[in-house]
């Protein structure tokens, strides 16, 4: 199952200040359209059907179905960049 780390938590919260979103709300990480092997963050009040819900403190963030099993031994990292503009990136766990 995909990990967070601290600093992709930090990341996501900022992400969501000032969103319009729901208490509820995460991060969902699914393959890009007609770009096989490419995966997009966006925003998600809500898990789609199939989605695996990843929490961590107060923090969630939804998997699609179809990109669990690529996901399954990273960990989600964060760094720093322009307010509201972190750049995220995958690690494989040792």
Same mark, same amino acid.
């Given at each position: 199952?995909? *990990?967070? *780390?601290? =600093?992709?938590?930090?990341?996501?919260?900022?992400?969501?200040?000032?969103?319009?979103?729901?208490?509820?709300?995460?991060?969902?990480?699914?393959?890009?359209?007609?770009?096989?092997?490419?995966?997009?963050?966006?925003?998600? =009040? *809500?898990?789609?059907?199939?989605?695996? %819900? %990843?929490?961590?403190?107060?923090?969630?963030? +939804?998997?699609?179905?179809?990109?669990?099993?690529?996901?399954?031994?990273?960990?989600?990292?964060?760094?720093?960049? =322009?307010?509201?503009?972190?750049? +995220?990136?995958?690690?494989?766990?040792?």
């Amino acid at each position: 199952m995909l *990990t967070l *780390t601290d =600093n992709a938590v930090v990341a996501i919260r900022d992400l969501m200040v000032g969103e319009e979103v729901s208490a509820d709300a995460g991060l969902r990480i699914s393959p890009k359209a007609d770009e096989a092997g490419t995966l997009e963050v966006s925003l998600a =009040n *809500t898990p789609q059907s199939g989605d695996q %819900v %990843v929490e961590k403190e107060d923090v969630r963030v +939804f998997v699609a179905q179809d990109a669990v099993q690529i996901l399954d031994d990273k960990s989600l990292d964060a760094q720093p960049g =322009n307010p509201g503009q972190p750049a +995220f990136r995958l690690d494989r766990r040792a």
